[in-house]
Structure formats: C-alpha cells, structure tokens
C-alpha cells in the first residue's frame, strides 16, 4: 500500500477501471459496500473517509492495477517513452 493517501480524483479514476463485476469483489474484500464505491466511482462521494480508501487500497484487485501502473510507468522511463507507447496503443 502506498505510503501516500490518494486523492478522491485518484481513487475515483481507479474504481474508473474496474467493471461491476469487479466492483463486487472489491466489495467482499474490502468491506466497503457496493453502493458507496459505486458512489465514490461517480463523483457523488466527494470526500471517501480514511478508513474506506484504506480498506480499497488493500484489495487484490487494486493492489493489481496498482502494480499493473507502475511497471507500465517503470518501462515507460526506462525506454524514455510515454505510457501510451509502453502500452503499444
């Protein structure tokens, strides 16, 4: 988990990632209900408390993504590309 707490902007981009589906599973793993981070996810919850971005950031799914990133970013400096190039898109 990141040292850093992340912004709303960030945790709503993130969640902007995942299907319902998947949403369901952070659900289960977090605790966090299905409604709030769908609420987070549309920009109705302005302000997600500590405690709930802790409880997403611990996820798989979210620990995944967040690997996912930085390995992209990681390659994306190493080659002295930007991420879209990294990704090949």
């Known amino acids: 988990m ?25 659900e289960g793993q977090s605790g966090v209900p299905f409604s709030t981070l769908v609420k987070i996810r549309q920009g109705t919850t302005k302000n997600p408390g500590i405690e709930t971005v802790r409880a997403i950031f611990r996820t798989d799914l979210v620990k ?3 690997q996912s990133v930085n390995a992209v970013a990681a390659t994306a ?10 990704l090949g898109v």
């Open 77 to 86: 400096a190493t080659a002295q590309i930007g991420p879209s190039e990294a």
């Open 64 to 66: 995944q993504q967040l």
């Open 2 to 26: 990141p040292t850093e707490i992340p912004s709303t902007e960030q945790v709503r981009a993130l969640l902007l990632k995942f299907r319902q589906v998947q949403l369901k599973s952070i």
